[in-house]
């Protein structure tokens, strides 16, 4: 069975430029989360999906965050327009709703 | 103050060594709790994961839970090179929004 997808996985841009990370979850899986982990820190919940709604987005800064999970399957998280303190690493995870979540490699963001 | 409090170390032990990793939390509603192991670029991995307090052992993995003291534990016994990683313990109190401690980096040498 295929594990949660990522990409891109490495990601160079301007500040100011946007950016975009997509994420397949395992087949199955109604939750899926995006959470953001900056370097030598534990991953921070950003938002949280159960099938396609957005039960939890209280930590997405969402001047500049959007999130979106069409269809209750893939997700992309978007930053338009992306400053120097958003280079981090921003997993996704998925789960069957029993709280034992499955990552996916991340998409590793890095913004001059 | 965080709710779940870690160190981050880095730990540095020969092969073969029982290693010991621990967090601490504040928040009493906690039930769900786990470790992950995170490989350098790697996503996190589910190593263990218990409900409420206890033991829970799996091959060279023990994980203890004291609701009481608030604080949970992550053994492995006859540690080997390949157990090198950083070890994340997670929580929740049902809601699965999971609480990750900083995580500690953990080495074991040949």
New interface residues.
Partial sequence: EAGVVQSPRYKIIEKKQPVAFWCNPISGHNTLYWYLQNLGQGPELLIRYENEEAVDDSQLPKDRFSAERLKGVDSTLKIQPAELGDSAVYLCASSLGTGELFFGEGSRLTVL | QKE?E?D?GPLSVPEGAIVSLNCTYSNSAFQ?F?W?RQYS??????LM?TYSSGNKEDGRFTAQVDKSSKYISLFIRDSQPSDSATY?C?M?G?A???V????TRLTINP
């Fill in positions: 779940v870690q981050p769900y786990m992950y670029r790697k996503g996190p991995e589910l994961y994340l997670a929740s049902g699965q929004k999971l990750f401690g900083q995580g």
